[in-house]
């Protein structure tokens, strides 16, 4: 894999494998609470991410891509679809904001901090990051996703093999069909930005391989995550079931997982509103009103927003379909 397609495929992951993702919160909504099922919407939830990475990616390599604004334009076939899906992308990558910054107060608040000084602090370095706008942002996912995805791996692997834990609940393709939809939206701000970084490899091995490792790692917190629905944040218990004092080594990957997100969210949302040195000030103001979000807490708002704004952003992925339809049609003309 090349450097480009390296930074591609984390870039991907970094933007999806954030505060519901790396605490098993999300996974326990959507998949670990419909017992067996939720296997089946785990694998539906692969292929899409992988299909989603690749074809978002092709459409940023082919077209005048560069914020994710321009590829609404390309996927959609209405205007007033595209102000539409803008506005509920505005409204995702804000609540993100608010959702991560709750996580990050979480795991502060373990270390003896304050809430709201946690959530502050968090902030602050989430700006300090992205003092130089996309390269910050890459750079980031660059040093933090591998050491994550490696932590969130070992953990849950552990788990799998000799349950600490146990239990079922019950329902799963609908959810799959939300996940994808919620991430998407997400992941399509993050990879939009990304044009100087592709080429046909990258493309293909960014968005397929950043794809399936965001799969093996749904599969994993899937089976680790059995029976922990009272947890507000189930991977941590883990880590506190496994690892004893030095629990304090996960809530660390847990923090570089929450930023990462947190740094998509607000990246994405700058890069739409504004350009150049207002882009600093946009920043600023979104994460101040992420601060007031996270007041609500890290598990109401993942209950709560993810389903809601994953039917809301379900328009992308109709988006991509049809893109992908059009583009089908044309190959087979020009044989």
Not at 180 to 190: D, E, F, P, R, Y
Not at 269 to 276: E, F, I, P
Not at 311 to 323: E, H, M, P, S
Request: with cysteine.
């Amino acid at each position: 894999m090349s450097k480009n397609s390296f930074a591609v495929a984390m870039t991907y992951c970094g933007a999806v494998i954030g505060a519901g993702f790396a605490t098993g919160r999300e996974v326990v909504d959507f998949f670990s609470g419909y017992g067996n099922r939720g296997l089946a919407g785990v694998g539906l939830a692969t292929l899409m991410f992988a299909w989603v990475g690749v074809v978002i990616l092709d459409v940023t390599h082919r077209n005048p891509v560069y914020s994710y604004l321009d590829l609404l334009k390309i996927v959609l076939p209405w205007k007033w679809l595209v102000l539409l899906t803008d506005f509920m992308f505005l409204a995702t990558l804000l609540a993100g904001v608010g959702v991560m910054t709750a996580a990050g107060g979480t795991v502060l608040k373990g270390w003896g901090l304050r809430y709201a000084i946690g959530c502050a602090g968090f902030l602050a370095l989430c700006i300090l990051l992205l003092r130089t706008g996309g390269k910050g942002f890459i750079k980031a996912n660059c040093w933090l996703v591998p050491g994550m995805a490696a932590a969130i791996l070992i953990l849950c692997i552990a788990q799998v093999s000799v349950p600490a834990l146990g239990g079922y609940v019950r329902g799963p393709f609908s959810s799959a069909l939300l996940y994808v939809s919620l991430n998407t939206a997400i992941a399509g701000v993050a990879m939009s930005t990304l044009k100087d970084k592709l080429d046909q490899q990258a493309v293909l091995l960014g968005g397929f391989g950043g794809g399936l490792l965001i799969g093996l790692l749904l599969l994993v917190i899937y089976g680790a995550t059995a029976g922990m629905e009272s947890y507000e944040i189930p991977l941590l218990r883990l880590a506190e079931i496994w690892l004893g004092k030095w629990q304090w080594v996960y809530a660390l990957v847990l923090f570089a997982a929450v930023l990462t997100t947190a740094l998509a969210n607000l990246h994405g949302l700058a890069s739409r509103v504004v350009k150049g040195r207002e882009y600093w000030l946009c920043v600023i103001g979104t994460a101040c009103a992420g601060f007031i979000i996270a007041q609500c807490g890290f598990a109401s708002l993942v209950a709560f927003l993810y389903p809601l704004l994953g039917l809301c952003n379900i328009v992308l992925l109709a988006g991509l379909c049809y893109y992908s339809l059009n583009k089908c049609k044309i190959v087979r003309r020009n044989r």
